[in-house]
């Protein structure tokens, strides 16, 4: 029997504001514990919340991101239920009347392009967290988090597999950062995704029974606790067992999913009207606002990259993963003149340096390498050279100038300082000489070669060519 997956996910992104959602506490990542509170976030009895308006735009933003329906008549509720990090008993979140409805956004897995629905975003407070000791049977707990802005984004089941729940991860991700309202760091929690994921036999309209992963806080973890509950359901299916419904987590030290507790559905979280918070109500004109300030989304960017710069749609792709890389290339690009010798660089030198950090922690800044790269086109250095000022750059953060100057590395391009190496070259290989005369021209390689060692590869390649050229003829 084939089975067909069908996969939702819920992201939690962590909106970027200075203060919490229902007070005036610190979001700041990294401080000493339970000092970034108050009665409010705490839950004290007889204070009251007041809604933060920054949450309130920056989940309008992300509705008109991805051309969702902005309700302008919405309402907070309690959802309850107990866990230690949460103080209040209960979180407010939105239930029946969220703030944003029915968006999509397009991926492209394996060159296939497919449109994934938006059920829904709403605006909530997160949770606190808490901290395991190893040593003792015992966890602290940490309320600085609590209240932090939340807006949960819940897809359709429209994604089939582990490949375009990944794709829709990173372009969720990618417009968050764009729109500069989340900063994405799924290392720190202020992005993290639960996964709804069933089986059906082909053919079946029903869904069949589903488990949820919790708070997975990686791209590459999502995809691998995905691909390993297909497996498992499907073993489970073609045994003739049955799925459990049940909350899963990811172990990624032994690479399964393990059960934490069995599923709850909306009705076990007894929802109502939030007393404390009156319904919030949009004016159309904030809206349109709003609207006016949001920046050239990703896949319009990639777009005009491939019409105006002439690149590749492979590089326009990698180039415009993050707002930061965009602005990158097209800084240096205005320093350089040159789009697909930036784009190259960036692709090659730059990120393999990088190791997969961004690339706002890069020494070399856009109009260095910029710089770097007309120095290449001036004949100032050669190519090959200008791979080890790179890595100079990267290290010190020098500009391409300083770096030539101290270590002597400016191309040699005379030409009569250049003839009398090639003549020497010429005369210590003979048997070279012959053979290339003879119709060999591929030994050009390496008399090029030999001058480029004799010069510490500060030779003009080009002049190079031209003496050999010249010489090899006489």
């Not at 953060?397 to 003549?423: A, H």
Request: glycine share 6%; net charge negative; charged share 30%.
């Amino acid at each position: 029997m084939e089975f067909e997956t069908v996969i939702g996910l819920e992201i939690h992104a962590q909106l970027k504001t200075r203060s919490k959602i229902f007070c005036g506490c610190s979001t700041e990542f990294g401080a000493s514990p339970n000092s970034h509170t108050c009665q409010i976030c705490l839950g004290m009895p007889g204070v009251l919340p007041v809604l933060n308006k920054k949450v309130v735009e920056y989940s309008i933003k992300m509705g008109l991101a991805t051309g969702s329906t902005i309700n302008t008549f919405n309402q907070f509720a309690r959802k309850n239920y107990f866990y230690p990090d949460l103080p209040k008993g209960y979180q407010t979140s939105q239930f029946d009347l969220p703030i944003v409805e029915f968006g999509k956004v397009e991926i492209e897995v394996a060159g296939k392009k497919k449109v994934i629905g938006i059920t829904r975003m709403h605006m909530e407070e997160d949770a606190g967290k808490l901290i395991h000791d190893d040593r003792e049977p015992v966890s602290y707990v940490d309320l600085n988090r609590t209240g932090t802005p939340l807006l949960e984004i819940v897809s359709e089941p429209d994604m089939r597999s582990p490949e375009e729940a990944y794709a829709y991860l990173k372009k969720i991700h990618a417009i968050l950062r764009y729109l500069d309202i989340c900063d994405g760091n799924m290392q720190e929690g202020s992005f993290r995704c639960d996964a709804n994921i069933s089986l059906r036999p082909v053919g079946q309209i029903e869904l069949g029974t589903r488990t949820e992963l919790k708070n997975m806080n990686s791209f590459k973890n999502v995809q691998a606790a995905l691909e390993y509950e297909v497996r498992r359901q499907r073993d489970l299916l073609l045994d003739g067992e049955e799925v459990t419904q049940e909350t899963l987590q990811w172990d990624p030290d032994r690479n399964r999913t393990t059960a934490m507790r069995s599923k709850e559905e909306a009705h076990d979280y007894r929802y109502f009207p939030c007393p404390d918070l009156i319904p919030v109500v949009i004016d159309e004109s904030w809206i349109e606002e709003i609207r006016s300030t949001l920046p050239e989304l990703p896949d319009a960017r990639k777009e005009r990259f491939v019409n105006e710069y002439e690149l590749p749609e492979y590089d326009a792709v990698i180039l415009t993963a993050s707002r930061d890389l965009a602005d990158y290339f097209e800084e240096a690009v205005k320093n350089c003149g040159k789009a697909k010798k930036v784009s190259n660089w960036i692709m090659t030198e730059m990120l393999r340096e990088l190791k997969g950090e961004d690339v706002t922690a890069c020494n070399v800044k856009a109009k260095q390498l910029g710089a770097l790269l007309k120095m290449v086109d001036d004949g100032t250095i050669s190519g090959k050279i200008a791979k080890t000022v790179f890595l100079e750059m990267m290290e010190s953060g020098k500009d391409p100038e300083t770096v030539v100057k101290e270590k002597n590395l400016i191309q040699v391009s005379d030409t009569g300082e250049l003839r009398g190496i090639v003549q020497e070259i010429i005369a210590a290989n003979p048997s070279q000489t012959e053979d290339y005369k003879g119709g060999k021209t591929k030994l050009m390689g390496y008399f090029v070669g030999q001058l480029m060692q004799k010069t510490k590869g500060k030779a003009n390649p080009k002049i190079a060519n031209e003496l050999f050229s010249e010489e090899l003829t006489k």
